[in-house]
């Protein structure tokens, strides 16, 4: 259950920020699931997060990201994984036990509506956690306060039904265990410019909370 917390760096706070300190590297996820949603979009937006966050934070983390099915045994040996798209998420009992397990062994997931991905994805987590629901993450919390702040919580990077960004979360036991973005589309914004043709301090924006994510799910003990 925990094979991947094993290669976890090891994380020390100072006053100026945080450093770590490992030879270790962390390679992250991208989730593949079934249904016919696009999990498979926009295939250059994690590699650019990635990149963007190794220039700006001390954190080593491997370039190269995965592949991963959501109900493969492998997925524990990832402490980050990514789930975006536009349409229908498909999990079976099984898929829902191994992302639980994995969910409560110390792994995060990010998922982020790539608008249309909503109705399925909460449905989604019903199967996992039953009993628990996605809550509202107020702007006070770590996550929009990490290397950059975002003191009014998420950017609206994409325009989608004009409502204002929202972030949720699932906690177990205190710690974050899933954080949810609806009405924002960052993941759209970490992909090449040339894809949505965002202005480049919209880009800035969605890659900088892109790191904050990627940071805290790192790095916090909680």
Avoid: C
């Avoid at 524990?76 to 349409?87: E, I, M, Q, V």
């Avoid at 990490?146 to 205190?174: C, N, T, V, W």
Wanted: aromatic share 14%; glycine share 8%; proline share 6%.
């Amino acid at each position: 259950m925990k094979r991947f917390l094993l290669a976890f760096t090891v994380i020390t706070f100072f006053a100026t920020g945080l450093m770590a300190q490992s030879d270790n590297t962390f390679t992250l996820a991208r989730i593949k699931y079934r249904g016919g949603g696009d999990w498979y979009n926009n295939p250059s937006s994690l590699k650019n997060l990635i990149n963007f966050t190794r220039k700006k934070a001390p954190i080593t983390i491997n370039p190269d990201y995965d592949d991963v099915a959501l109900g493969s045994r492998d997925l524990y040996d990832y402490p980050f994984a990514f789930l975006t798209g536009h349409g229908n998420i498909s999990i079976n009992e099984a898929e829902a036990r191994n992302l639980r397990n994995y969910l409560d062994n110390g792994g995060f997931l990010y998922a982020d509506d790539d608008y249309g991905l909503d109705k399925y994805f909460r449905e989604m987590m019903k199967q996992v956690y039953p009993d628990e629901e996605l809550v509202e993450v107020p702007f006070s919390h770590p996550i929009y306060h990490q290397l950059y702040e975002f003191p009014d919580g998420l950017p609206k990077i994409h325009k989608h039904d004009g409502k204002p960004p929202r972030g949720y979360a699932i906690f177990r036991e205190g710690r974050m265990v899933v954080y949810y973005t609806v009405e924002t589309n960052l993941s759209d914004g970490w992909a090449n410019p040339e894809v949505h043709n965002d202005p480049p301090e919209t880009r800035e924006k969605a890659l900088q909370m892109g790191s904050n994510i990627l940071i805290y799910a790192l790095t916090s003990a909680q």
